[in-house]
């Protein structure tokens, strides 16, 4: 494939391409196992997908807030999605060894994100320094200015 979109170039989306993957055939282990899980399931799916979609929309805007915004929510859902997981585990609908690969997968997406998080949350990220204007004031201009710091002084009874 030649041509992609930005998002799908960021070595995050496709890590989170790889989790949704991995979650997706959990889900598909747990679903229809008669225990009372659809509230977790349910959740850790869309949780799971929406990582990758705030991701993605967030690299499509432009201002550096709402961008540094949508990846910030893009990490809530990762981190929604481990305490899904620890979820599962606590109901003891899977046992904390299968959880292991998601959570390794979440916690360098929520690392990634909290990188790109910081990048364009900084205002200070692709500003140079100020220069140092040095002017010279000419004699007329001193004479000008002379009266200014008298008006300016707080006059005392």
Request: charged share 35%.
């Amino acid at each position: 494939m030649s041509e992609q979109f930005d998002h799908e170039k960021l070595d995050v989306y496709q890590l989170e391409l790889e989790f949704l993957r991995w979650a997706t055939v959990l889900l598909d282990e747990l679903t229809g196992t008669g225990k009372r899980l659809g509230e977790i399931l349910d959740q850790l799916d869309r949780a799971s997908l929406s990582i990758l979609l705030n991701t993605a929309e967030g690299n499509g805007k432009r201002q550096r807030r709402i961008r540094a915004r949508f990846f910030d929510d893009s990490r809530g859902s990762a981190t929604e999605c481990a305490a899904c997981l620890d979820g599962l585990v606590a109901k003891r609908a899977c046992t904390s060894e299968r959880i292991v690969a998601g959570k390794q997968y979440l916690v360098r997406i929520v690392s990634m994100l909290s990188k790109l998080v910081a990048r364009f949350e900084s205002s200070e990220a692709l500003r140079e320094d100020a220069p140092e204007y040095h002017a010279r004031l000419t004699a007329s201009s001193e004479e000008e200015n002379e009266g200014d710091d008298e008006d300016d002084r707080v006059r005392r009874p």
